[in-house]
């Protein structure tokens, strides 16, 4: 038995909570993995998982186990990676899971430049806006907006991203221009975001000095992804406050007309994040460092 091997399998079943989910995220047949997790417990002596028709879960012993392995599977990583100047030259598979509007508009079109600093990497998107559980869908890191409160996430702020008001010349010709946000209030139609992670709805939000105002308005339309809001609101279906990144171009071509621009939100922080039960490998420091890069600039307006 390769020990290691089995310790690496075996902690991708305590991560996957299946046998079947653990073969597909290790590339594996299952009866291999099942094999070697067989062995491991028989080497230790130990039962490590409690088997059903449905699920996988851990004893006492396999999570005192896999709390002590991992570490020493970090640790091993970290060594593979010095001897291979992968600190130079990171490699290997980094799964990243990352929201619709950033991936299709910053991240993806600037790639090739990163499989040219680091063409070891093969990095692999998951595109959504909904919420993944990192270790049980074997994600590397989540790049994401908001405040990050989970506990057991390392999280690394890379960017803030300001809003922007905006809508169509033709709505405004049918609607007229909002002077204040109060008059949103007032016979406009908004075109409003909800969560997909937790299905609240977020209403646009207005600062200006000591002032700070939520608009309910008359919504027209509700939206749970970032790049069909925009969509939304290029139809001419109402008013929408989403990300200046986003509108700004629309707004140069004329597609677009910005609206109270002198009542701000604070902007949206952007951060990665990663289980914190795992030591940072090179390619994801890597990844973390060359994204600081890449939105950085949306910090700016214009």
Do not use: K
């Given at each position: 038995m390769d020990q290691i091997a089995a310790m690496r399998v075996f902690a991708r079943v305590v991560e996957a909570g299946t046998f079947t989910r653990a073969a597909d995220l290790l590339q594996l047949p299952k009866p291999s993995v099942t094999k070697l997790v067989q062995q491991l417990e028989s080497h230790l002596r130990v039962k490590l998982l409690q088997r059903t028709t449905r699920r996988v879960t851990v004893t006492p012993e396999g999570a005192a186990y896999y709390e002590r392995t991992s570490r020493?599977?970090?640790?091993?990583?970290?060594?593979?990676?010095?001897?291979?100047?992968?600190?130079?030259?990171?490699?290997?598979?980094?799964?990243?899971?990352?929201?619709?509007?950033?991936?299709?508009?910053?991240?993806?079109?600037?790639?090739?430049?990163?499989?040219?600093?680091?063409?070891?990497i093969l990095l692999e998107l998951g595109v959504s806006d909904r919420s993944v559980h990192l270790i049980g869908e074997g994600v590397d890191c989540v790049l994401r907006g908001g405040v990050l409160s989970d506990p057991s996430l390392v999280a690394r702020r890379v960017a803030q991203m300001p809003y922007m008001t905006c809508a169509t010349p033709d709505y405004l010709k049918r609607h007229g221009t909002p002077e204040t946000p109060a008059d949103l209030l007032d016979g406009h139609q908004v075109?409003?975001?909800f969560s997909s992670r937790t299905g609240r709805h977020v209403p646009p939000c207005y600062e200006r000095g000591d002032e700070r105002i939520e608009i309910n308005g008359q919504t027209v339309l509700a939206v749970n992804e970032s790049t069909a809001h925009l969509t939304a609101v290029l139809t001419g279906l109402g008013v929408a406050q989403t990300f200046a990144f986003m509108a700004q171009p629309h707004v140069e071509s004329g597609a677009l007309v910005e609206l109270l621009a002198d009542w701000e939100p604070p902007p949206?922080?952007?951060?990665?994040?990663?289980?914190?039960?795992?030591h940072p490998s090179a390619k994801l420091?890597?990844?973390?460092?060359?994204?600081?890069?890449?939105?950085?600039?949306l910090g700016r307006r214009r």
């Open positions: 020493v599977l970090a640790e091993i990583d970290d060594i593979e990676a010095d001897l291979t100047n992968a600190q130079t030259s990171p490699r290997g598979r980094l799964r990243v899971d990352i929201g619709s509007s950033l991936a299709n508009r910053i991240l993806i079109p600037r790639l090739p430049a990163f499989h040219a600093r680091y063409p070891g075109v409003s975001y949206l922080p952007v951060s990665v994040a990663y289980p914190s039960s795992r420091r890597a990844f973390v460092d060359w994204t600081v890069e890449v939105l950085a600039p």
